[in-house]
């Protein structure tokens, strides 16, 4: 059991180290190998995704990732960007499966901006789609506009585009993902103007005769962002392109109350996967030993059932985490009056504790 650490930018490696001393715990013989990346990457080898990092991350079962960004390396060129380390990783393990689930805690019903009826007992999954549409699609560019009233000034563009293949896996994904929930599936498209979205619906609704045990359904995106906004508790499994699926799984991470405590999996087709928080690199709290360190100990827990297959130590950190909660300590992001304020190290700590006793 390989895992390549890379712990990146910002809160990465004040919450890393805490899902590294989870691991440490449990009692498996796991070997980590830690590496740059992101800013840090190009601060040590000149580029966001070092030669080493890639390889170790392509050599490893698994890779556990904290997050990419920081001021100081907003200015560079596109290509040396801290996102381009995560994009690039996506890309070149082929982790074109992204799942995202958005749970709530009952513990952390008050920290939703929404009502606590609208959002209690949520648990929803967003799939979505990570290593095609227009985050990748060629051509791309700025070029002399060729056509119109804006003709021969100069134009940015992308393409989006999806292959049949593409959408097939990972409508595959999203169903066979249903079938272990509550067997509800939405597609989110936008088919009433883009053609490579009624292309996606078309596709989904086929690859949907080999699951006759799942429920259907077809959604435009902005009508699925009211919806989970309004009724997120209708939503079981949502299956949405790249684009949007960045677009959502913020809205739906926010419904819950923070971000800060949602894991995710990009996986491909073996299973194996990048494992990551969904939040970011706040590179604004960075080193002031403040950040939840729970998304990354839940990603951890995701990496132990999908890659690893040891779902009763994935259930460990995930009461571990329920247990820490239920003891009322908070990190400041949800922290609320009546509750124990704690840094990101206790926090760890705490987990590492729970998973004790
Ligand atoms: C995410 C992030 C990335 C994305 C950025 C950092 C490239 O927002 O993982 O959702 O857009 O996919
Ligand atoms: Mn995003």
């Not at 840090?40 to 990092?53: D, K, Q, R």
């Not at 999203?174 to 979205?197: I, P």
């Not at 299956?239 to 990009?266: E, K, Q, R, W, Y």
Request: include cysteine.
């Amino acid at each position: 059991m390989k895992i390549a650490i890379l712990p990146g930018d910002g809160i990465g490696p004040e919450i890393i180290e805490q899902a590294v001393k989870v691991l440490n715990v449990l009692g498996e013989s796991f070997e980590l190998e830690t590496a740059p990346v992101g800013g840090a990457g190009y601060a040590a080898h000149g580029h966001p995704l070092p030669e080493g990092t890639l390889a170790l991350a392509k050599a490893a079962d698994a890779v556990l990732f904290g997050a990419v960004g920081d001021y100081q390396y907003d200015n560079l060129e596109r290509a040396l960007r801290p996102e381009q380390a995560i994009l690039g990783l996506r890309k070149q393990l082929g982790l074109f499966g992204n799942l995202r689930p958005a749970i709530l805690y009952p513990e952390l019903a008050g920290a939703s901006t929404l009502k606590p009826e609208v959002v209690s007992g949520l648990d929803i999954l967003i799939v979505r789609e990570l290593t095609g549409d227009i985050y990748f699609g060629q051509p791309r560019g700025v070029r002399e506009c060729p056509d119109g009233p804006f003709k021969g000034q100069r134009e940015g563009f992308d393409t989006m585009r999806y292959a049949e293949g593409e959408i097939r896996r990972i409508a595959h994904v999203a169903f066979q993902a249903a079938q272990k929930r509550g067997k509800r599936l939405t597609s989110v498209d936008k088919a009433n103007v883009l053609e490579t979205f009624q292309f996606w619906k078309d596709i989904v609704t086929d690859v949907h005769k080999e699951y006759p045990d799942v429920a259907l359904d077809h959604m435009y995106v902005d009508n699925a962002a009211m919806q989970l906004v309004r009724a997120p508790k209708k939503f079981d499994v949502i299956v949405t392109g790249n684009m949007f699926g960045d677009i959502l799984s913020d809205c739906a991470a926010m419904l819950t109350g923070s971000i800060g405590m949602l894991p995710s999996a990009s996986l491909d087709a073996n299973n194996k996967g990048l494992y990551e928080p969904s939040h970011g690199s706040a590179p604004d709290i960075a080193g002031k030993g403040i950040a939840n360190p729970l998304a990354t100990i839940l990603s951890a827990a995701m990496m132990l059932r999908y890659t690893f297959n040891k779902n009763e130590q994935a259930d460990r950190i995930e009461t571990a985490v329920k247990s820490v909660l239920a003891q009322g300590l908070r990190t400041a992001d949800i922290f609320e009056p009546g509750t124990t304020k704690v840094g990101t190290a206790e926090m760890g700590n705490a987990v590492v504790k729970a998973l004790a006793a």
